[in-house]
Each structure stands twice: as C-alpha cells, then as structure tokens.
C-alpha cells in the first residue's frame, strides 16, 4: 500500500538503513536518496556526535525510524524512559511512522539486546496488542510492527505465525513492516511455504517492506544483513508487490558492510519490481 | 519463578509452563529462555549443558522449544545463546581497547566474561553495558591482579569516554554573563558530558596510544555468528604511576582529553558539588603554593573554560 493510516498516508520510495561507515560519504557527497532507515536506539542520547550528524541528515533527507529493543512481546511493562526518548527522536525526526519488531528480548529489567521468537498463542497476541496500541498512543505516530526471523518455534504455539502477525496487526490495528528476508529465512528454517505466508498476512495493513541478505550454513539459515538480496527473495519481494501494490521498501545491510554505492545501488534493484505496479487505493 | 507439581517423582520438576494462556506464563517462559541465554557459553564457545541445577540443558530446552528434522532442541536454543553472547563480547570489546591493553586479550575476555553473567544488560541500549564494570572490578579485584590501580583508572577514563561521546549538553553560559555576580553567592553548573578524573596513571597519555579508530557505538537488528574477532594489538608501554589531572570533554562533537592541574581540578571538583566561585576558590588553593599569582590563574582558568562553553546554569 503505498499511502496507507499505517505509514500516515506517504508515499515513500526506495531507502536504505543510515549506518557508520557511510556518513561521511552522505554529508560530503549528498547522494540522492528517497529517504533513509535509522534504528532509533542509535540516536535516543543525550547529545554529541550522534545528533549532530542526525540533524545534518534532517536538512537534506526524509527519515524513517525503526527500533529494535521496544520489544513488544516480553511480558514486561513498557519501559517509560524508553518511551520518552523514543517520543523526543519522533518529533526531532517527523518520522511519518515508526516500526519495531514483533519479539521479546527482556525480562526482569535484564536485556538480551536480540529480537526472540514469541509463542503463537492467543493470549500472548492480546498481551503484545496491548503494548503496540500503548506505544502508538504515546508517539503519537502510526506503528508499524516488523516479523522477525527465528531459529526456534515453541511447544506451547497454536497458530502459525502469520495468523499470529494478523491477529496481532488486527487486534492493535497497526501497520506491519513485512520482512520479506525474514519470512524466508524462518520458513527454510522451520519448514513452510513463505508464498503462504504472503498470501495470508492483511496485505492492506503493510506500511513498509524490508529486504536483506543472509547467510546459510548447514543445518539453518541465519539473517546476518551481510550479503546482497538472493534471488528466492526477489522473487517473493516480486510477489509481495503484486499483492501488497508499490510500497515504501527498505535494503538493511548491517555488517561487512561496503561502500555506499554498492549498498544503494543492490537497493535500487528494488525499483523495477516497483515500477511495474501502479500504487493500489488504500 | 513457581514451579508446577511433578507428575512423576522420579523426574524433575517442569520448568516450563506446558501452556502460555496468561501473562504469568509468558514471564515464565520468558525467563526460563533468558536464564539459557544468560549463561556463559562454554570452552568451545557452545551453550552449557547442564542447567543451574544440575539436570541436563537439552531436557529443559525440550520442555519449551520444539525440535525440527535438522536441530535438536538444545541445538536451536544454542544459535539464541551464541548469538547473545557474540554480541554482548563484541559491543565490550570494542568499548574498552584500553582496559584490553592493560590486561591482555585472553585475562581481558575471562573478565568481560564474569563481568556480563554478574551484571547482564539492565538498559534499553548497549551504550550503557559497561556502567557497572568499575564496581565490579572493585569488588572481585582478584580478576586483574597485580594491576588493579591501572585498571580502575583505565575502566573510569573509558567509562567518562562513553560520557563524553553523547552525554547532554545544556546551554552554555558566557562569561559576560557572570559580570557583576556575587561570587561568594554564585554557584556554577558544569556540563553533564565532562567528567574530572584524579588518576594514579597519565591514561590519557596512554590512551592516546592504544586507541586509534573510531569508535560510533551501533545497534543493529542482525545476527551475530562468531565471537570478537582478537585483532592484533600492537603493545603499549604500561605507564607508570604519575598523579594525573584530567578532564574528559568533547569540543565541536570530538572527544577530548584536557590536562588540569591539582588546584584546578579541586576548583572544578568543588563548583560540580554547588559549592560557591568563593568557597571553591578557596578550596583549590588549600594548601597551594602562596608565591604563585593565582588571582591572574584563576582567571585565566575560567576564561578558558568558559570559552570551551564548559560552564552552565546551576541545577540542584
């Protein structure tokens, strides 16, 4: 959906993920880009550096935040600090929206700093519900929820994942940031068909895509963010476009990670399977 | 965590819930994967095979995470436990080369080690990991031995680095803005990214000398699959013990180390705990030598300071 309530009705293009390595080249050579990805944990400091080079990149560019550590689906309350400083990068941004992943990763006040599988069940889709429609309240800008990739399924699950991403999007009424890496990466993982993942998810509800590499090794497949796209997830990116219409899509490259152009230009690979669909009327 | 009855006495009791239909179970089962996860990895850089109370890990990892055709249990539990542990090592290693040089890649790791299975993350951002490594090492001084004073002075100097890199800066405060103030009244604010050091070593020097690179911390939503990968460290001399004054700042968004002298840093010392330009003055010149003209140092000093935009309006 190009312009849809969960990405506040913009029409975004192609981005890429803001990352170190690259800064200097952006501030120096002011490439154009549509817009770029921040992950919000890096800049929800203080002061220095980090905000400096943020605000440089807000004279020239359109920027879209994504967090990795709100954790929606641990058990826990919402951590208020968290928020404030999530809410104060919001209005330093005019980001239009914001994602976070569909995953837990602390319990107790102890972080793991990584995005942990959920158990499929219906009282933990409530539960995560629950803190997407807090969290959306309190920035004050629609939320956009990102399935992850996992290596791990558990005994206690009763519905497939995208019935629980569904359940989850329905019953918080947020977007999803659908991940189109993700999904294959999980679904070599764990045995299933990832078009029945596509076909299944509320298509109208997707704000925004992300595409990556990965790594495989032996026995499983691990989201590692440090290879071009592979061609099976073109192809389902293809797919999801046909289904989902032209929507804002974002290349994540986050180790080994090489020059500018290179990253933007295997994004850009994106723009033909765009092209070709005209934006579908929210 | 509560645990359920046993339904055969000769088998340990769940850990597990068997269901999650409540938020209680979701916590439980929470923990019992996060209790996995925080358990250091083994020599081989494996997950542990016994669980905190002696019964075989892959037992508990059966009773909540499913097997496939390719991976056992224990063994998807294990990418979770590896990838946690890869990522935490590698945030610290790259956060503290200095304390790294004191001691030693393989004394540096065992510490890094301990220091996370006693004090796992408690904040929303890896920045914070190392904020409770100096009373760490306070309490268990047996891990860097014979060089416990260089270590703490080393960790305190890193930490005022991380500090420094984002900590707020509030508006700075001109000296014009100081004219005709009562300085017996007058109680200055010092901005909240300077950190005043009194060190038993010149670690500035020496920290000069062992970190060289770029440090922007990241975070990121990969997975991690190897552990800090040892560069090679060139060797730097040890310093050897020297009182050393210093102030860890940042000018224009660059780290800064800045020398002080013992009267200055007491001055400093002294305005950061509200006490008054008078008292603090005073302060710093207990016992300082009476035929230097510290009217003129003093006022220089505060130029200086000023001009670096270090002074702020005074907050309780």
């Known amino acids: 959906m190009p312009a849809n309530p969960f990405n506040n009705f913009t029409d975004y293009g192609i981005g890429i993920g803001l990352r170190v390595p690259h800064y200097r080249h952006i501030l120096e050579k002011k490439p154009v880009v549509d817009w770029f990805e921040i992950i919000s944990e890096n800049f929800m400091v203080d002061g220095g550096r980090p905000l400096e080079v943020l605000d440089k990149i807000l004279e020239q560019y359109r920027v879209v935040q994504h967090g990795v550590s709100m954790y929606f689906g641990s058990a826990e309350k919402l951590n208020r600090e968290h928020l404030k400083r999530l809410k104060a990068l919001v209005k330093r941004t005019n980001t239009p929206w914001l994602s976070d992943h569909l995953c837990w990763g602390s319990v107790d006040g102890r972080y793991t700093h990584d995005l942990l599988p ?165 | 965590m509560k645990l359920s009855k046993p339904r055969n006495s000769s088998k340990a009791t769940r850990l597990s819930p068997p269901e999650i239909k409540s938020l209680k179970d979701l916590r439980d089962v929470q923990r019992l994967m996060a ?75 065992k510490l890094a080690e301990a220091y996370l299975a006693k004090y796992p993350s408690a904040s929303f951002t890896l920045r914070n990991l190392g904020s409770r490594l100096e009373k760490f090492i306070r309490d268990e001084p047996e891990r860097v031995g014979r060089k416990l004073d260089l270590a703490l002075d080393v960790v305190r100097f890193e930490w005022a680095q991380v500090v ?38 010149p670690v500035d020097d020496f920290m000069l000398a062992v970190k060289k690179h770029d440090a922007l911390r990241s975070e990121a939503s990969n997975a991690k699959t190897s552990a800090p990968k040892t560069t090679h460290q060139k060797n730097v001399a040890l310093p050897k013990r020297e009182k050393t004054f210093v102030a860890v700042h940042r000018h224009d968004c660059a780290l800064y180390y800045k020398r002080l002298t013992p009267e200055s840093y007491k001055l400093l010392s002294a305005l950061r705990k509200g006490v008054n330009v008078n008292d603090a003055c005073a302060r710093a010149l207990r016992g300082a030598s009476p035929s230097a003209d510290w009217a003129a140092k003093i006022k220089t000093w505060f130029q200086n300071w000023s001009s670096l935009g270090w002074f702020c309006k005074f907050e309780k």
């Open chain 2, 35 to 109: 209790g996995a996860l925080f358990m250091p990895l083994n020599a081989q850089d494996g997950m542990q095979t016994r669980w905190t109370d002696g019964r075989r890990m892959a037992d508990v990892a059966e009773e909540f995470i499913k097997p496939n055709d390719r991976l056992t249990s224990f063994e998807r539990l294990e990418i979770y436990s590896r990838s946690y542990w890869f990522r935490v090592l590698d945030c610290f290693y790259d956060d503290y080369p200095g304390l790294r040089a004191v001691l030693g890649q393989r004394t540096f790791m």
């Open chain 1, 118 to 282: 959920m158990p499929y069940t219906h009282a933990v889709a409530k539960h995560t519900a629950q803190k997407i429609r807090q969290v959306r309240d309190f920035v004050e800008v629609p939320v956009c929820v990102e399935n992850v990739s996992s290596y791990a399924e558990f005994h206690a699950s009763d519905m497939t994942e995208w019935e629980f991403l569904s359940e989850v999007a329905e019953q918080a009424d947020c977007g999803i940031l659908l991940d189109v890496n993700n999904i294959y990466v999980s679904a070599k993982n764990h045995s299933f068909n990832p078009y029945d993942y596509l076909n299944n998810v509320p298509h109208s509800r997707v704000g925004q895509i992300h595409i990556a590499g990965h790594s495989k090794f032996k026995k499983y497949i691990l989201d590692t963010h440090d290879h071009p796209v592979l061609d099976p997830v073109w192809k389902m990116y293809a797919h999801a476009i046909k289904l989902c219409g032209r929507t804002a899509t974002l290349l994540e490259w986050d180790d080994r990670i090489p020059t500018f152009d290179e990253v933007h230009n295997e994004a850009l690979k994106a723009t033909k399977f765009l092209e070709s669909h005209a934006p579908v009327a929210a």
């Open chain 2, 164 to 201: 420094a890199f984002d900590g707020l800066a509030k508006s700075p405060l001109h000296i014009d803005e100081l004219l005709g103030a009562d300085p017996g009244k007058l109680q200055l604010g010092l901005q909240p990214y300077i950190t005043f050091l009194a060190l038993d070593f």
